[in-house]
């Protein structure tokens, strides 16, 4: 089985900063993508930043291009998301996934294990 574990939550200003980590369990960490997720009260699970296996690519959802980073050390088995100039708009539950392939996935339904989340509240 594999296990993710988010940590790095917690309430932060707008403007602020704040680095959400995920820790993963399994020796197969480095031969899959992962991806971020969020999900607001009332609103659907949206993507937000993935990685590909290896870490060369990733891809970002429009609404965090240019404040959020995603990396991932593959020695360590963690993922990583850098939120600079975090919004109201973003304050969701984030979770880490992993997807069943290596390259970089921004459908949903392409991640086959998903965290417990990590509550992040911006605010004003």
């Known amino acids: 089985q594999v296990q993710l574990v988010e940590s790095g939550g917690g309430l932060v200003q707008a403007g602020g900063s704040l680095r959400l980590s995920c820790a993963a369990s399994g020796r197969t960490f480095s031969n899959y993508a992962m991806g971020w997720f969020r999900q607001a009260p009332g609103k659907e699970r949206e993507f937000v930043a993935t990685?590909?296996?290896?870490?060369?690519?990733?891809y970002y959802a429009d609404s965090v291009k240019g404040r959020f980073t995603i990396s991932r050390d593959n020695a360590k088995n963690t993922v990583n998301l850098q939120m600079n100039s975090p919004k109201p708009e973003d304050t969701a539950v984030y979770y880490c996934a992993r997807s069943s392939a290596s390259y970089w996935s921004n459908i949903l339904g392409q991640y086959d294990y998903w965290g417990q989340g990590t509550q992040v509240t911006v605010s004003s």
């Open positions: 990685i590909s296996a290896s870490g060369a690519s990733t």
